[in-house]
């Protein structure tokens, strides 16, 4: 069981046709943005021209269709009206304490960079790589160190993540058209099935499966109940399977190397 | 920058003094309790004793001080009092249905395991340790592939990383202390420093600092305006520096091997 308390609840909130309202127009301001723009949100941002970062201003020009920048100062809770989630990037504590007692009359969401104790939720270090999305929270405890956690993650990855779960999602969907209905006994066989496939073939390999490869495993392992290997099926539909160098090999490779060497040496030596 | 649009907004969500309101008892209201518990919330649980399965019954008993466990039905509205946030795990569409929308009139939080078109928010694969939370979401993709991410970051980690973030935090706390002030000159400097020893120290460095050898790191390294070796500070203070056997070594140790084996070889032939 995990430990318990002292933690957040780490979730990832639904913005599809929703408003966030951006307050600030700083270096935070652009964070804010760019993590709201993975979403499918409107963005409006609140601040006067000649606050905005270099970047900020970068963001606005280049995604003016997803964000609508008013050139002004927050002007009170008329703001509020049809926003669904706030975020202030001020240096101005009384004026982020004021807009976070608005939001929390209305019960809107809201995050205020300069005063975490006011925050219904808090940021924490993103890593993106298609469908998939990564979330990394010290909570509170530096933002530095969320940042080598995440480059750690990063580097455990192969870059083939992503990928492979779009080509999982969309095999799942052909394998609903193939053998429909929701819940019962195919539900479950289905999602045995596609357990076992996701446990046989490396992400490497999944992240290869191709439409002609996906109706081959369909064919080939749905409707004859099992799990082929990816070498039976990528091979044979044209692409070849990934190949992982395992710590193995290099000892060994190293072993051979050295014995060459020492077998030359020792050859040339009695010459 | 960050591939736009069509992914969740990944948020620490901040449940300390807040009442979460679980409708349901089978094996996803486990779930969901468990996450709930790695926060400080009170925790209500509505579902008949007879619908409640082995392991929340268990985390129930467990955990009396946190979760109320009433032993009825969703019985309306009146349920939603004081309530900041619903997880509903029912196995009926429409009762779920119902739920959300009570939810959405008060502007509380909502998630239904059973609709996920209605969900405010979705869970995904976690892990913690300590003051670390990483979370994984694939955004709908399969949750089989989730658990799979999980378990390779899990792999990459060293499981020092949760003691380095507290041990970082503490440290923190005392350079605070030693040097005050908000924001500023001082503010700046202390960020700075902080950052330079979370990049030149490993994790399993930092895990090691105890209280003599952070006060030494303080003396030694705040207060001379430099960043000091985890070897001059941890060895001094009794603790050592960690040690990583790096690839090149596992080779260099491949070739001598082999070497070793191959002149032996040769010498006992020629014998």
């Not at 609140?46 to 270099?54: A, D, Q, R």
């Not at 995440?150 to 394998?175: M, P, W, Y």
């Not at 369909?218 to 044979?236: A, Q």
């Amino acid at each position: 069981m995990a430990s318990t308390g002292g933690g957040s609840l780490l979730i990832a909130w639904q913005l599809k046709d929703k408003t966030v309202l951006i307050v600030g127009g700083g270096e935070i301001a652009a964070q804010r943005i760019d993590s709201v723009l993975t979403t499918d949100a409107c963005i409006l941002l609140v601040c006067p021209s000649e606050g905005l970062s270099t970047r900020t201003a970068q963001l606005v020009s280049i995604h003016s269709t997803r964000i609508t920048h008013f050139d002004r100062l927050f002007s009170g809770r008329g703001e509020l009206t049809n926003v669904d989630m706030v975020l202030t990037a001020l240096d101005d504590n009384e004026r982020s304490r004021d807009i976070c007692e608005l939001c929390r009359e209305r019960k809107i969401p809201v995050n205020a960079a300069d005063i975490p104790d006011l925050c219904d939720f808090y940021f924490g270090a993103q890593i993106r790589d298609g469908p998939l999305q990564v979330m990394i929270s010290t909570n509170g405890n530096g933002p530095k160190l969320a940042a080598l956690v995440k480059d750690k993650i990063k580097s455990s990855f192969t870059g083939k993540e992503g990928e492979a779960i779009t080509k999982v999602g969309r095999l799942r969907s052909q394998l609903k058209e193939r053998a429909p209905g929701v819940g019962g006994a195919v539900g479950k066989k289905r999602m045995r099935w596609m357990s076992s496939i996701c446990e046989k073939w490396s992400m490497d390999d999944l992240a290869m499966l191709d439409e002609p490869a996906m109706s081959k495993l369909l064919e080939e392992g749905w409707e004859k109940n099992r799990v082929p290997s990816p070498k039976e099926i990528l091979e044979t539909s044209g692409t070849t399977t990934s190949m992982a160098i395992a710590p193995s090999h290099i000892v060994i490779s190293g072993v051979v190397v050295g014995a060459i060497c020492m077998a030359l040496t020792l050859v040339l030596k009695r010459r």
